[in-house]
């Protein structure tokens, strides 16, 4: 899943997700939001057909919003490799 990275200034981080669908951005939202490190996380869908959505994130004042996000990541990653199939 591709990203571009539109605002990476400290605790805020803004990307936008290349061909990103509602399924991948909701798991990371309520993954960021359940996150007492997290003051705020979501994500914007302007025109669906034309446009990319975005995601948003701020934290807590003294943490780095894209560290964060990359710890997400690794979660994810490691719950969905120890599926067994």
Do not use: W
């Not at 990319?52 to 490799?81: H, M, Q, W």
Request: aromatic residues 8%; proline residues 4%.
């Amino acid at each position: 899943m591709p990203v571009k990275v539109l605002k990476n200034e400290g605790r805020e981080l803004r990307i936008r997700v290349i061909d990103g669908d509602h399924t991948a951005l909701q798991l990371f939202r309520s993954r960021l939001n359940g996150r007492d490190d997290v003051e705020y996380a979501n994500y914007f869908q302007n025109h669906p057909d034309l446009d990319d959505p975005e995601l948003y994130v701020r934290t807590v004042k003294g943490k780095k919003a894209n560290k964060i996000l990359k710890d997400i990541c690794s979660e994810i990653t490691k719950e969905f490799s120890s599926i067994k199939l």
